[in-house]
């Protein structure tokens, strides 16, 4: 059964802090892995990786993806209260479905 | 460019009720997607169309979920009977459809409540 399973399921940490998200993946036919970030809406789009190794930025936020492991890690630095919200993880496969996991929720304290 | 649109908002009904949800997605979007989300999981894929056709619907409960997408643009999703544990958030989203265009726009969902 194709499974992505992220980690942890929460944390909470203070401003300024650095973390690393977790997301690791057991599917058939891997295309790419996606992240997002859902606050009290709908998901929104943070990044898309397909090949291992290169790292994806967008300003403190970093993710890079290990295709041999079957993983990605999400970093954030110099955390602040707005990044406070659930981390999502979702595979493409073949025909485009995609797989999500349960995410992780992330708290920020002031 | 407008977002994905759902309907309505919010719903709260009782058990053995009937409820129907409303999506247009992105203009020119082929594919779309409903997804359950219920507190505290990801999200959980119901169905997935492409154009108007089926490419999988292997997690719907189809002895009591629907879903169409007949004109190939917007969607419905029903629910007949509901039950409580479809106390959920009904997330339509929809994608260009072509491989490795990866972003895929959400709605604001649709927050269902079963009493």
């Known amino acids: 059964e194709d499974k992505v399973v992220q980690s942890p399921l929460s944390l909470v940490v203070h401003e300024g802090d650095t973390v690393t998200l977790n997301c690791s993946y057991e599917?058939?036919?891997?295309?790419?892995l996606l992240w997002y970030k859902q606050e009290k809406k709908a998901p929104t789009f943070l990044f898309m990786l397909?090949?291992?190794?290169i790292e994806k930025k967008s300003g403190r936020l970093s993710s890079i993806l290990d295709k041999k492991e079957l993983f990605s890690i999400l970093n954030i630095t110099a955390t602040q209260t707005g990044d406070s919200a659930v981390y999502l993880c979702?595979?493409?496969?073949?025909?485009?479905?995609?797989?999500f996991g349960q995410g992780t929720r992330l708290t920020i304290n002031p | 460019e407008a977002g994905v649109a759902q309907s309505p908002r919010y719903k709260i009904i009782e058990k053995r009720q009937s409820v129907a949800f409303w999506c247009n997605p992105i203009?020119?979007?082929?594919?779309l997607y409903w997804y359950q989300q219920i507190l505290g999981q990801g999200p959980k894929l119901l169905i997935q169309?492409?154009?108007?056709?089926?490419?999988?619907d292997s997690q719907l409960p189809k002895d009591r979920f629907s879903a169409e997408r007949l004109k190939g643009v917007d969607s419905t999703l029903k629910i007949q009977p509901a039950k409580l544990e479809d106390s959920a958030v009904y997330l339509c989203?929809?994608?260009?459809?072509?491989?490795?265009?990866?972003?895929?726009?959400f709605g604001e969902g649709s927050r269902l409540t079963v009493l």
């Open positions: 979702a595979v493409i496969q073949g025909a485009q479905k995609l797989v």
């Open positions: 397909t090949s291992s190794g």
């Open positions: 599917v058939t036919n891997f295309r790419s």
């Open positions: 203009s020119g979007h082929a594919t």
């Open positions: 989203a929809s994608r260009l459809g072509q491989a490795n265009t990866g972003e895929l726009f």
């Open positions: 169309f492409q154009n108007n056709g089926v490419v999988d």
